[in-house]
Structure formats: C-alpha cells, structure tokens
Nanobody
Framework: AQLVESGGGLIQAGGSLRLSCAVS????????FGWYRQAPGKQRELVAN???????NYADSVKGRFTIFRDNAKNTVFLQMNSLKPEDTAVYYC????????????WGQGTQVTVSS
C-alpha cells in the first residue's frame, strides 16, 4: 500500500492550499480516509476524515475552513484548506484504515504546511 501526499508549502495567513493524497495498493476493506497533522512539540491530531459511506468528521479548530473529499476515479483524497491561520502550521499526514477488526492502517510520508502571519 502506498499513500503519497502533495500540495504543502508556505503560505500567508488567510490563504488557501489543497493537499492531495494519491492512494494505491490498498485493500477494498479500507473504509476510512483522513488527514492528521503534527506540529512541533505536539501530538499528532485528527484534522478530518471520511468514511466510505460519505460521513465526515472535522476537528473543531478547522470546521468551516477545511473540507475533505475524494475523487474515486483518481484514487485521490483531498484536503481543501481555506482561511489558513499560523496555528495550522504542521506536517500533514494522509491516513487510510479499516475501522473494523482486524485492524489495517496506512500512513503517508507527510507534507509540510507553513502559514506565516
């Protein structure tokens, strides 16, 4: 299985970025795709995820600003980030996992997002 993120970079506060996660080689039983982030000195946290049925979850800190969506034809998961804030600065990781037993979990290598004030 392979998850490859792209789209990170340096951007000014108030700007927008779209992260992409190209997914390949995973089993059809994987039913949750999401984005996590880890800032320096902090634990990795969930940003947003999407279940195969379409349900989504967002961290309170990004609700109304970030949107997770998929392009099934391209096997790609996106995170549209608007109204970025300096506190959004982190390494963003793509994740794919099975929410049922037995567990199966995959991570991308991460992409850096830096928001300047």
């Amino acid at each position: 299985a392979q998850l490859v993120e792209s789209g990170g970079g340096l951007i000014q506060a108030g700007g927008s970025l779209r992260l992409s996660c190209a997914v390949s080689g995973i089993s059809s039983s994987i039913n949750v795709f999401g984005w996590y982030r880890q800032a320096p000195g902090k634990q990795r946290e969930l940003v947003a995820n999407m279940y195969s049925g379409g349900a989504t979850n967002y961290a309170d800190s990004v609700k109304g600003r970030f949107t997770i969506f998929r392009d099934n034809a391209k096997n790609t998961v996106f995170l549209q980030m608007n109204s970025l804030k300096p506190e959004d600065t982190a390494v963003y990781y793509c994740n794919a996992h099975r929410s049922m037993w037995p567990p199966e979990n995959y991570w991308g290598q991460g992409t850096q997002v830096t928001v300047s004030s």
